[in-house]
T-cell receptor, first 113, second 113 residues
Framework: QKEVEQNSGPLSVPEGAIASLNCTYS??????FFWYRQYSGKSPELIMS????GDKEDGRFTAQLNKASQYVSLLIRDSQPSDSATYLCAVTHSGAGSYQLTFGKGTKLSVIP | ETGVTQTPRHLVMGMTNKKSLKCEQH?????MYWYKQSAKKPLELMFV???????ENNSVPSRFSPECPNSSHLFLHLHTLQPEDSALYLC????????????FGPGTRLTVL
């Protein structure tokens, strides 16, 4: 059973602070890792993808991957109220001829003005 | 139309009804997916189609029946559903590779009475 674990939150941070979201996964051979943002009542949208160990930065967002520890994180700098959403961690694994995503339950982030 | 579209956006049906959900992708992708999202549960992969062939049949109840007539269109046929099937049904598409991002449609909010 391939699992992706996230703290469900809610995680509350003040506006302008750094929000840190964490995710662990069980499948050691997972190749690709994604962070999606989902606003209430909307569908998930991609924030970041990361494939190799280390950090990847895109604007206010930084994804960090440590395959040895089976751990991936997302940092959001200068958090804004518009960042308030549920953040889904997703991990690719192969199965029966296709690549599939396993999602965590998501962490609900609330940025307080 | 751009991206991934889904119709209808909202559906209310009785347990004896038969209905279909439609998904269309305008991204030139090779793989399409159906997901179920229930409250407080992770996104659950229901079906995967890659190059129009269903490559994995998850342990989904037979009252859900997928159809993929071509690489751009995906249907989910519903019959004799149960109230616990009420959820957000999301369609996604990708190029099908290990590092390829899945792009989601807006979803169909299904309520079974």
């Amino acid at each position: 059973q391939k699992e992706v674990e996230q703290n469900s939150g809610p995680l509350s941070v003040p506006e302008g602070a750094i929000a840190s979201l964490n995710c662990t996964y069980s499948d050691r051979v997972s190749q690709s890792f994604f962070w999606y943002r989902q606003y209430s009542g909307k569908s998930p949208e991609l924030i970041m993808s990361i494939y190799s160990n280390g950090d990847k930065e895109d604007g206010r967002f930084t994804a960090q991957l440590n395959k040895a520890s089976q751990y991936v994180s997302l940092l959001i700098r200068d958090s804004q109220p518009s960042d308030s959403a549920t953040y889904l961690c997703a991990v690719t694994h192969s199965g029966a001829g296709s690549y599939q995503l396993t999602f965590g339950k998501g962490t609900k982030l609330s940025v307080i003005p | 139309e751009t991206g991934v579209t889904q119709t209808p956006r909202h559906l209310v049906m009785g347990m004896t009804n038969k209905k279909s959900l439609k998904c269309e992708q305008h991204l030139g992708h090779n793989a399409m997916y159906w997901y179920k999202q229930s409250a407080k549960k992770p996104l659950e992969l229901m079906f995967v189609y890659s190059l129009e062939e269903r490559v994995e049949n998850n342990s989904v109840p037979s009252r859900f029946s997928p159809e993929c007539p071509n690489s751009s269109h995906l249907f989910l046929h519903l019959h004799t559903l149960q109230p616990e099937d009420s959820a957000l049904y999301l369609c996604a598409s990708s190029q099908g590779g290990a590092t390829d991002t899945q792009y989601f449609g807006p979803g169909t909010r299904l309520t079974v009475l």
